[in-house]
């Protein structure tokens, strides 16, 4: 968490720099590839027949801008973990073989986020209502960013009890990373990390194994 909290810091002041010293507008750029896709995508339209008098409007481009605007701290802030994630995998071995000590991540069957999360994921699908709704460009960036990020966050909770799972039934670590990707291309399992957070099931499972 420290690792993504100093990436996520770092991204942040590239991104004032571009913006107040090399006048870089990131939300005109975002919204400039907003039109570049509704241009080809219009283009396909037009150019399809069996699709006739259908039409990508101003108001498409402009709701695709904001959304991709409000991505954006969703995407530092994934950006950031992966890389924090990635750099200490890299790193470690390279100090250890130094006699720099490092400490190790927790093994993936460890991964538990606060069961709090689950009141955050009720929020954000207020907020979702909210912006249904709302015209306020706020509450729809704070929508389209909040909610795809706990979604990831119950991704990793799930991850986290399948390799709990495989490891109390000595499974190979094979068949974790395997089920893992699973999640990763279905995304609705999640459903499996909210209900961990939820419902002690590793404590069951502890339970039944006694």
């Not at 720099?17 to 339209?45: C, E, K, M, P, W």
Request: charged share 15%; aromatic share 10%; glycine share 4%.
């Amino acid at each position: 968490m420290t690792g993504t909290g100093v990436i996520l810091a770092e991204l942040l002041v590239v991104l004032l720099i571009a913006t107040y010293a090399l006048g870089f507008d990131l939300s005109q750029y975002l919204r400039d590839q907003a039109a570049i896709s509704a241009n080809l995508v219009q283009q396909i339209l037009n150019g399809n027949p069996m699709l006739p008098g259908m039409n990508w409007t101003a108001e498409d481009t402009q709701r695709l801008g904001t959304m991709m605007i409000g991505k954006v701290p969703y995407v530092l802030i994934l950006t950031s973990f992966l890389l924090a994630v990635i750099t200490h995998a890299l790193a470690r071995p390279a100090l250890s073989s130094l006699d720099v000590p490092v400490r190790k991540m927790k093994p993936a069957r460890e991964w538990r986020l606060p069961r709090a999360l689950i009141w955050y994921y009720l929020l954000a699908i207020v907020f979702e209502w909210m912006a249904m709704s709302s015209d306020s460009s706020w509450v729809q960036a704070v929508s389209v960013s909040m909610l795809p990020l706990i979604h990831a966050c119950f991704i990793i909770q799930t991850i986290g009890f399948i390799y709990f799972w495989t490891h109390s039934r000595k499974m190979s670590p094979v068949i974790a990373l395997l089920l893992s990707l699973v999640v990763l291309v279905f995304q609705p399992l999640r459903i499996i990390g909210i209900i961990d957070l939820a419902f002690p099931l590793r404590e069951a499972i502890t339970r039944s194994k006694k």
